[in-house]
Nanobody
Framework: QVQLVESGGGLVQPGGSLRLSCAAS????????MAWYRQAPGKERELVAR???????TYADSVKGRFTISRDNAKNTVYLQMNSLKPEDTAVYSC???????????????WGQGTQVTVSS
């Protein structure tokens, strides 16, 4: 069984910073892609950032230059450093990982439980 545990959400003023963490645990052979998504009220879920096993990153245009995704493979953890936060960044942020449970297995996708980020004065 695989679990993803997120932390780091909360309330922050505009211009502030937050760091989200998502740790994967369980019987994992290899984690391939790790990503953060977000969903604001009344809007569809969108990809915020993703990082491959080799460290290649992709960002949504709306967060480029402000957010940084990183990963610690030894800890099976992905981070999202969010700087210069704006009210429009308010959403539930969820981590997502594509992983293999054993050598040669297909990729399985798992989701975290989500953490609320609210940017407001």
């Amino acid at each position: 069984q695989v679990q993803l545990v997120e932390s780091g959400g909360g309330l922050v003023q505009p211009g502030g910073s937050l760091r989200l963490s998502c740790a994967a645990s369980g019987s994992i052979f290899r984690i391939n892609v790790m990503a953060w998504y977000r969903q604001a009220p009344g809007k569809e879920r969108e990809l915020v950032a993703r990082i491959t096993s080799s460290g290649s990153t992709t960002y949504a245009d709306s967060v480029k230059g402000r957010f940084t995704i990183s990963r610690d493979n030894a800890k099976n953890t992905v981070y999202l450093q969010m700087n210069s936060l704006k009210p429009e960044d308010t959403a539930v942020y969820s981590c997502n990982v594509d992983l293999q449970l054993s050598y040669g297995s297909v990729n399985y996708r798992y989701w975290g439980q989500g953490t609320q980020v609210t940017v407001s004065s």
